[in-house]
């Protein structure tokens, strides 16, 4: 437990990866120093929860902001027969991830996080951070569910062998959009298959590296996702294939684990970069899960 010089209680949660935040209220002016100790927790833990933090969403774009310029997500800007995103009319920037109708439809997105990925990796310009809020949560008899689980892909890339990291260098790999969204409506049945002219909306495929280096700690980080990785460019697609299912099961394995689990008013940070995360969809449609997110951009990979 650390007391900062700004009143926060900051308790580490898991090995490498995970800590909170308590005693901070973001609905109240922050000073430099009180952000930058928020900031330098992030960066250290990589996957940061603020407690108790009742947010409008207007307050929750004001301190996303604080971190860099704020990303609309895709499933807003695009036009498809079944983009259950809403934006909020007066925040753009803010997204719902939501099982909850309202007026007969889902105010957000129903199967976010079904496999391990980074956020907005099939962009170009991929996410620095997401910030997810969690205005309801799903919980029964005193349980609540639908946790979140991180993978902590630099400790990940430091446990592979100097085999392996030799045979990555300068590697780079597809990441699609339009992959993930076939293979969700296959795999789930929660939204159409799309035709090739709904398809054609959807970005083009982000080419980044397959190892990455953070541009702020610069550790090294395994930078491909089983959500949106779908070929690496320059080999054989068996051969391929083959590396990123191997690649994927390391990622996964629990000694490079945190799992999240959320309480309500949870403000959750990650590193898009440092970790990639899964949610657990171990609960009954029934429960409500309200939670409303802002995805902070990054830099340009070179």
Same mark, same amino acid.
């Given at each position: ?46 996957? &940061? ?11 929750? *774009? ?24 809403? %934006?909020? !009319? ?13 007026? @007969? ?19 170009? %310009? !991929? ?14 008899? @005193? *349980?609540? $569910?639908?946790?979140?689980? +991180? ?37 789930? @049945? ?6 090739? #002219? #709904? ?7 982000? %080419?980044?590296?397959? *190892?990455? *280096?953070? !541009? ?22 068996? #051969? ?17 684990? $945190? ?15 440092? &970790?990639?995360?899964?949610?657990? +969809?171990? $609960?009954? !449609? ?17």
């Amino acid at each position: 437990m650390l007391t900062t010089d700004s009143g926060f209680t900051i308790n580490t949660l898991g090995a490498k990866v995970g800590a909170e935040i308590i005693g901070a209220d973001l609905r109240k002016h922050l000073s430099a120093a009180a952000f930058a100790e928020i900031e330098d927790t992030f960066y250290r833990y990589s996957v &940061v929860v603020i407690r108790d933090q009742e947010l409008t969403t207007k307050e929750l *774009v004001e301190f996303s902001r604080l971190f860099g310029t704020l990303q609309i997500n895709v499933r807003s800007k695009t036009k498809t027969k079944d983009a259950d995103i809403r %934006i909020m !009319p007066d925040e753009q920037e803010a997204i719902y991830i939501s099982n909850v109708k309202k007026d @007969g439809k889902f105010m957000g997105s129903t199967d976010a996080g079904r496999y391990w990925h980074s956020d907005l990796c099939y962009e170009q %310009i !991929p996410s620095k951070m997401t910030l997810l809020h969690a205005i309801e949560i799903p919980e029964k008899n @005193g *349980v609540v $569910y639908g946790a979140t689980k +991180f993978a902590d892909v630099a400790a990940a890339y430091d446990a592979l062998s100097r085999t392996m990291k030799n045979r990555l260098e300068g590697l780079v790999a597809a990441n699609s959009f339009r992959h993930m969204w076939q293979r969700k409506a296959d795999d789930f @049945g929660t939204r159409m298959k799309l035709g090739d #002219e #709904e398809l054609a909306k959807l970005p083009e495929d982000a %080419i980044h590296p397959v *190892v990455r *280096v953070h !541009p702020v700690t610069g550790q090294k980080c395994i930078y491909i996702c089983d959500g949106y990785t779908n070929r690496i460019l320059g080999m054989p697609e068996d #051969e391929s294939d083959q590396l990123l299912s191997e690649l994927f099961a390391h990622m996964a394995k629990r000694e490079f684990r $945190y799992q999240h689990e959320w309480s309500l008013n949870d403000l959750l940070m990650w590193d898009n970069c440092a &970790v990639q995360h899964k949610a657990n +969809f171990d $609960y009954d !449609p029934s429960l409500r899960r309200l939670m409303q997110r802002c995805t902070v951009m990054g830099d340009a990979i070179t």
